[in-house]
């Protein structure tokens, strides 16, 4: 209000100042983005074609080995290529409506940071790419939901502010396929996890 008096003082049009205060209620849009030069790009997510578990193997050896349950999406590549392999993505969460699920980015408004995603890579098949999405452990029965601590790449995170964050990845990305998936907590309303924001390098 201060800065608007003073502008108003200054000779600022009531209908510049309007625009302004219009402006600034323009809502977020959420997402991973990733930096290319000095442009921001959006990852459009993939969604997941289908979903198979590994059970051969465990019948096989009377329920020694274990039980992998995969998800894949079409295509050998994902159309969002990063052309380096030090990338920077931002991560933009909704701080204002926690609890409005009703658009297709509920990710953004149910997780609080980019530490509720794993990033991992996918293994490319003929005409798809692959995620370990859960394991059952042959011997000990146990199972692992999402993807294994051991497969994940680990990334520093800056708060940048307003739900805001710079995310980087620890070590040098080489080539292939990788994607961010969201390992939080699923909210109430029937929601599902069906996505990836997978990218090339």
Do not use: H
């Not at 442009?39 to 074609?49: A, H, R």
């Amino acid at each position: 209000i201060t800065e608007l008096k003073f502008l108003k003082g200054k000779g600022v049009s009531s209908d510049i100042l309007a625009l302004m205060i219009n402006k600034s209620k323009v809502k977020i849009e959420t997402g991973v983005f990733f930096e290319s030069g000095d442009k921001i790009v959006k990852i459009e997510p993939s969604v997941f074609s289908g979903s198979r578990t590994s059970a051969l193997g465990a019948a096989l050896t009377y329920g020694i080995a274990s039980t992998k349950t995969k998800s894949y999406v079409n295509n050998k590549n994902s159309s969002n290529v990063i052309n380096i392999n030090n990338p920077v993505f931002v991560f933009q969460f909704d701080k204002a409506e926690k609890d409005d699920f009703g658009s297709g980015n509920w990710w953004f408004k149910t997780a609080s940071s980019p530490n509720d995603f794993a990033l991992t890579k996918l293994k490319q098949k003929k005409n798809r790419r692959e995620l370990v999405i859960g394991e059952l452990g042959g011997i000990t029965a146990s199972f692992q939901n999402g993807v294994d601590p051991k497969k994940s790449i680990k990334f520093n995170i800056e708060d940048l502010g307003n739900g805001r964050y710079k995310v980087t990845p620890k070590k040098t990305l080489e080539e292939g396929e990788y994607c961010f998936f969201y390992q939080g907590t699923i909210p109430r309303g029937g929601l599902n996890n069906q996505s990836i924001f997978d990218f090339s390098i």
